[in-house]
């Protein structure tokens, strides 16, 4: 399946500037197809994050990009450099093509503005010539794509529940058609039916307005359900990547075994996953 | 806490100031009532470093004397007023329920209260109140602010699982109290205190310049209130310069300890500062990679 | 807007409170001057004026506590509070009045300058943290501990007696009486800039300080991130993302600041002559006119608690998640 790609990361290198160094991300190089589901997995610190905020130039001091270079092919064919963009254009950028949903929607909302003010701040900064109320119908539209309906513009983060207000920053992640959508564990704080119809959604969405994800999560059994493609990530480095049929069927790092042993099946003698050390492939 | 450099510079500061209140009998060259005669209204010279008085009276002698007025009806002060706010900020905390609500009600009034009208009325009505006396009108004044603080903290301690753990295991009130939560609620006892002491030196020069708390109490508020009561403004800049800045200058300490402690508390406070410096050396480096 | 209820709770039974310590205040106070006064000026004060007094200092001692506390209360509403010994028996009431508005009106000016002023530089300081703004740290840490009243005088020194920039005391010049014209108001601002100056500069500095701490603070919340992420101008994200939470906690401490700020400008006033509430508590403790310290007690005490009430009103207009009802 060969994808036009959308972004390209060559030996992107970043670094923790305190005593001693940490070298968070090593010499990372991935693709991310167009229209393509690319899980980002590993354990808790390994760099996943970091990785995506590097990515969008999100970092702050004391962590760096101390080496490699992120591709961004546009559409109209030319190619740019993200790490050493201007900073005016690359806000110009940010959010009209590659978008990020945070992880824990909790803190990621502004508590003391409504969710419609929010939304329509995106189109004030990036669409100055939408009148206001084109943007209202706008984000109402929005938040019915994503079901929370448009009788909430006026609510403040506080009086929705944790899913919707996961939705809620789907739904402005996606409010200017982006062609990269990052998402940062963006389920793992839900409970199991939450996260269910969260995913369903990002599904129907990504179908209906055809864009790339990166889906970062600890959870490898999640992406193999829903990724194209993944890849592992241990120490700052990725380890291995793969189709997600191949990576579970034939793991070729001994990381990506022991990373597919540690969750327990449905299947199997019960018992067999503490005791014996669970599947292996 | 105590490599950082603002909370060792304010120590330094508060350091010096408690020797020379210590050692006033040694370093300062007069009495503080000492009368010269012959050098009246002095500009500041090698026989008296910062001048005289109307009364030839050297002013350096009588803020280095001054210092004991101020430090120990401040530190008294703090003392009895942190013991109070532990006492009622903790137990309403802790207790919750009508008690607690009703605790925190009345650190509420006294919150409230404006705390200088309280000390005129009380102050004016002896005629040579003791230092102690002084320190406990500023304390009663004083202590609903770390009360309030405390409360917030012991609730929010409560609720922690090393607590309940406590709780189930049957161990005593006074002990969870004073083995498990005191230790934690450390910081923000020590925060509070510097606060009360710093209020009280306000207080004290404030009442003393007024002139509500007799003379006989020599601190710097009393030198200022003769400075003022004697012709002192504007020409004799000597006389009232410094003990302002005496008064600015340990309420600075104290405050820069306080905000060590903040920053000890506050870890985003410190790592601001780690970030800074990361931040310059980027910017050394000018590399286009960072985010503006 | 059970929270609303709840403050409106608070707020009774402080006042409450407030007026039962002024009750017994002048009882635990030592001496009887009001006896002594009574007795001195029979002829000259009226049967009703001296009851309440007795009412107010509990000289009636025919009856007992809880019927004095009734009588007291009664004396209250009906907007009595004594007559002031040290202006020829004017009712106490008459003399606060007159000089509330000075204070309330100079020191409210300035104290809501100082905290608007002190929260924008804070807010700018604490989002360049580790520029050439952290300067401002220990230049704001030492004029926060400067004395109001020392401050004052030297502003006085320098701008009023050496510079003659300024009248160097009272509200409007000798000999002109308070009306509604130019000359007069021009007088007012005239002598009012020194004093309202100090007020600023001396409270300027915990505002920034404070202010410079919040915003630290915030900009490590994970929204701050968002709006950066999502390409927003920086003028955005620093006012309607970091300032609006940031400066939540600080009309908290404003709110709580008031008390204190009322004593840094009595004695500014006591500096200035300025004549406010201030001066004349002061005057009235020299005097030892009980009955007007008793009534600027209360009137002060009263002041304090409104002024607390509005800025919770204002705390709970920026802060939506107050209106939940959430304490």
Redesign the interface.
């Known amino acids: 399946m060969n994808r036009d790609p959308v972004l390209s990361v060559s030996g992107l290198s970043v670094t923790y500037d305190v005593d001693p160094p940490v070298e968070a991300v090593r010499d990372v190089s991935l693709t991310v197809g167009q229209g393509e589901v690319l899980g980002l997995a590993g354990e808790s610190g390994c760099g996943k994050s970091t990785l995506a905020y590097a990515v969008q130039r999100l970092l702050r001091p004391p962590a760096e990009i101390t080496g490699g270079e992120v591709v961004l092919h546009d559409v109209g064919g030319s190619d740019v450099d993200l790490t050493v963009l201007p900073a005016a254009e690359m806000d110009r950028l940010r959010w009209d093509q590659i978008a990020m949903v945070f992880q824990g929607a909790m803190n990621s909302l502004n508590p003391v503005l409504s969710v419609g003010d929010q939304l329509a701040d995106v189109f004030t900064r990036h669409r100055p010539a939408m009148r206001r109320a084109e943007r209202t119908e706008t984000c109402g539209a929005l938040l019915e794509m994503v079901g929370v309906g448009a009788n909430r513009l006026r609510s403040y983060p506080h009086e929705l529940s944790g899913g919707m207000r996961q939705r809620v920053m789907i739904a402005m992640a996606l409010a200017l058609r982006p062609r990269l959508l990052i998402m940062d564990e963006p389920t793992t704080a839900l409970d199991v039916l939450v996260q269910r119809e969260i995913l369903q959604e990002i599904s129907r969405l990504r179908e209906e307005l055809g864009f790339s994800v990166v889906f970062i999560t600890h959870d490898l059994p999640l992406l193999l359900e829903i990724s194209d493609r993944i890849a592992v990530m241990r120490a700052g480095r990725v380890v291995e990547t793969a189709p997600a049929a191949d990576l579970y069927r034939h793991p070729q790092h001994e990381y990506t075994k022991r990373l597919l042993g540690s969750f327990p099946s449905l299947t199997g003698e019960r018992g067999d996953f503490v005791r014996k050390g669970g599947v292996t492939v | 806490m105590l490599t950082n450099r603002k909370s060792v510079t304010g120590l330094v500061v508060l350091g010096l100031f408690a020797l020379l209140a210590a050692l006033a009998d040694v370093v300062a060259p007069y009495g503080p009532l000492e009368k010269d005669y012959t050098a009246l209204k002095q500009p500041p010279s090698a026989t008296h470093w910062l001048g005289t008085t109307h009364l030839g009276e050297d002013i350096f002698s009588q803020i280095a004397y001054g210092t004991r007025g101020v430090l120990l009806v401040g530190l008294t002060a703090g003392v009895l007023a942190t013991v109070v706010a532990v006492v009622v900020g903790v137990s309403a905390g802790f207790l919750g329920g009508w008690r607690g609500e009703s605790l925190s009600?009345l650190s509420?009034?006294f919150?409230?209260?404006?705390?200088?009208?309280?000390m005129?009325?009380v102050a004016?009505?002896?005629d040579d109140p003791s230092l102690f006396l002084v320190a406990a009108v500023l304390a009663i004044t004083g202590w609903a602010?770390g009360a309030r603080v405390l409360r917030a903290q012991t609730m929010s301690l409560r609720s922690r699982d090393f607590v309940q753990a406590a709780r189930a295991n049957g161990e005593p009130l006074w002990r969870i109290i004073t083995v498990e939560m005191l230790p934690n609620l450390t910081a923000v006892i020590a925060s509070s205190f510097v606060g009360t002491v710093?209020?009280a030196v306000?207080?004290l020069?404030?009442l003393a310049?007024?002139?509500?708390i007799p003379i006989t109490n020599l601190n710097w508020g009393t030198i200022?209130y003769w400075a003022?009561q004697n012709g002192a403004?504007?020409d004799f800049?000597w006389w009232?310069?410094p003990?302002?800045l005496a008064?600015?200058?340990?309420?600075?300490a104290?405050?820069?300890i306080s905000?060590g402690i903040?920053e000890y508390v506050?870890p985003?406070?410190r790592s601001?500062?780690?970030?800074?410096?990361?931040?310059?050396?980027?910017q050394k480096k000018r590399?286009?990679?960072?985010?503006? | 807007m059970r929270l609303l209820l709840r403050r409106a709770a608070f707020y009774l039974f402080t006042a409450w409170a407030a007026i039962t310590i002024n009750f017994f205040l002048p009882r635990m106070l030592k001496g009887d001057p009001v006896s002594a006064y009574l007795q001195k000026n029979q002829g000259r004060i009226s049967p009703e004026a001296a009851d309440a007094l007795r009412t107010l200092f509990g000289l009636d001692t025919g009856k007992s506590l809880a019927e004095q506390y009734v009588d007291y209360w009664a004396l209250l509403f009906s907007g009595d509070l004594g007559r002031s010994f040290s202006h020829g028996l004017a009712p106490v009431t008459e003399v606060i009045g007159a000089a509330l508005p000075w204070t309330v009106g100079l020191v409210g000016i300035a104290t809501v300058l100082s905290f608007l002023l002190g929260t924008t530089l804070g807010t700018l300081v604490g989002w360049f943290r580790g520029g050439r703004g952290d300067v401002i740290v220990p230049v704001a840490t030492f004029f926060s501990a400067v004395p109001y009243f020392w401050m004052g005088l030297i502003a006085i020194a320098v701008f009023a007696t050496g510079l003659g920039w300024f009248p160097a005391s009272h509200a409007y010049g000798k000999g002109t009486s308070p009306e509604l014209s130019a000359q007069f108001i021009g007088e007012v601002i005239a002598h009012g800039t020194l004093p309202a100056l100090t007020v600023v500069l001396a409270s300027l500095g915990g505002w920034v300080l404070g202010m410079r701490n919040m915003m630290i603070t915030v900009l490590d919340e994970d929204y701050v991130t968002v709006a950066q992420a999502k390409g927003l101008s920086r003028r955005r994200v620093v006012f309607a993302y970091a300032a609006r939470n940031a400066v939540l906690p600080q009309l908290s401490s404003f709110a709580l600041a008031l008390g204190f700020i009322v004593g840094g400008t009595l004695v500014m006033e006591l500096v200035f002559s300025y004549p406010g509430v201030g001066k004349l508590l002061l005057d009235a403790t020299t005097a030892k006119d009980y009955p007007l310290m008793q009534g600027l007690f209360l009137v002060i005490t009263l002041t304090v608690l409104v002024a607390n009430l509005c800025a919770d009103v204002a705390y709970a207009a920026l802060d939506p998640r107050t209106r939940q009802g959430e304490s």
């Open positions: 009600a509420n009034v919150l409230v209260l404006p705390a200088l009208p309280l005129i009325i004016s009505q002896y602010w710093t209020a306000l207080g020069t404030t310049f007024i002139g509500v200022l003022q403004f504007p800049w009232y310069v003990a302002g008064i600015a200058l340990l309420g600075a104290l405050s820069l905000f903040d506050n985003r406070l601001a500062g780690e970030r800074a410096r990361s931040r310059k050396r980027l590399t286009k990679r960072s985010p503006a």
